[in-house]
């Protein structure tokens, strides 16, 4: 599968922006999806993920209550909607998939996109 991820930008602290990711392949809704995040000098963190039904939601401490995951297998697509964005939210997000049904580490993901910037200024 390709991902492709996309709606980042530049926006002030306490706004919001909505991510997506859009997915080729017949077989997307068989996976497991993930967003993650990288800011400068970091390592790739663990933002968020949906199982393949959208039934589980799985979330960052940092981000619960902020960021919403959900996915629409009919458009193969997965969206991260970040709310109240902090100026610590800033990084590259990625989104990814993985044939797991749980999984909050990158190392069980194996297909990635190229990453969209957000930058939060305050």
């Known amino acids: 599968v390709q991902l492709q991820a996309s709606g980042g930008g530049l926006v002030q602290a306490g706004g919001s922006l909505r991510l997506s990711c859009a997915a080729s392949?017949?077989?997307?809704?068989?996976?497991?999806m993930g967003w993650f995040r990288q800011a400068p000098g970091k390592e790739r963190e663990f933002v968020a993920a949906i199982t393949w039904s959208g039934g589980s939601t799985y979330y960052a401490d940092s981000v619960k209550g902020r960021f919403t995951i959900s996915r629409d297998n009919t458009k193969n697509a997965v969206y991260l909607q970040m709310n109240s964005l902090k100026p610590g939210d800033t990084a590259v997000y990625y989104c990814?998939?993985?044939?797991?049904?749980?999984?909050?580490?990158?190392?069980?993901?194996?297909?990635w996109g190229q990453g969209t910037l957000v930058t939060v200024s305050s």
């Open positions: 990814a998939a993985t044939g797991r049904r749980v999984a909050a580490q990158s190392n069980d993901y194996n297909y």
């Open positions: 392949g017949r077989t997307f809704s068989s996976y497991t």
